[in-house]
């Protein structure tokens, strides 16, 4: 009696087995994993290179709206029609609980971040840290590397989208304290509510790549996300030039290095 119901049993497990292995390929369907899936990015047919590059004037280009001087530190600042719609209401919700945000630069083309890069490879600049940067570093990689510290070469820079922008102070140490310790744990609590999202966090492990940290730097990730995956996807170090300091761009792998290199948590 006992052996007939341990084989009795036996069978039932080899039967349901049986039925579990030889089941119609219907049910495995449904258990097809997340991350076989294949996500096509599709690209608004006016996203080109020229754009991701900085290569127009946003000035006249009906995408872009100039930022009314009540949020800005100056007059004419240009940012993406809905990355400043999401602003002002993130701006509107911040006043609520006491914080100030104060643009302090916005879109930026090829041209004018030109001029910023050019002013520090030549000396005319002075680098944050004090150095001047034509005499200090005489070998164009390092000289580039410093640089790039803080500073895009033109053509890689995340203001030329118009998608991202820097609030209230150029310092970190601004962040860290008082009003400016209450604006940064206000953004970090809320920013991502509004789209907006910090892509120079701390370097490490998650961030080994890319400019120094700036708590300033936000970007309004519905855009940036996909002008990112672009950037990825057909920019090319060889690509950058007609500036001072160029030749520098493929040998420090600027695109994998820094256009890429931001925080996960914004691509
Ligand atoms: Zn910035």
Redesign the pocket.
């Known amino acids: 009696m006992k052996y007939s119901k341990t084989i009795l049993l036996s069978i039932a497990a080899m039967i349901t087995l049986l039925a579990c292995t030889s089941s119609p390929s219907s049910s495995n369907k449904e258990v097809v994993p997340t991350q076989e899936k294949v996500v096509k990015v599709e690209y608004p047919t006016d996203l080109t290179i020229d754009f991701i590059m900085g290569k127009f004037d946003p000035s006249v280009d009906t995408s872009f709206i100039t930022i009314s001087s009540e949020y800005a530190d100056r007059a004419g600042l240009l940012m993406k029609k809905e990355a400043y719609a999401a602003f002002l209401e993130m701006h509107a919700a911040a006043k609520k609980d006491g914080i100030q945000l104060v643009i302090r ?1 916005a879109a930026r083309n090829f041209d004018y971040q030109k001029t910023i890069w050019e002013k520090k490879w030549t000396g005319k600049t002075i680098l944050s840290n004090g150095e001047n940067a034509s005499t200090k570093y005489v070998d164009p990689v390092e000289r580039a590397r410093k640089i790039l510290e803080y500073s895009s070469m033109p053509g890689t820079s ?2 030329h989208w118009g998608s ?3 609030f209230n102070s150029f310092n970190n140490e601004w962040f860290e304290g008082g009003d400016g310790l209450k604006l940064f744990s206000w953004l970090e609590n809320n920013a991502m509510t509004y789209g907006y999202c910090r892509p120079y966090s701390a370097k490490g492990t998650d961030r080994p790549h890319g400019y120094n940290e ?1 708590k ?2 936000w970007t309004y990730m519905p855009l940036s996300k996909m002008y990112t995956a672009y950037a990825k996807e057909k920019l090319k170090p060889e690509m950058i030039s007609g500036f001072q300091g160029s030749e520098a761009a493929v040998a420090l792998d600027v695109v994998n290095h820094y256009v890429l290199g931001i925080n996960n948590n914004c691509k």
């Open positions: 630069s995340r203001h991202d922008i820097d700036e300033w730097h």
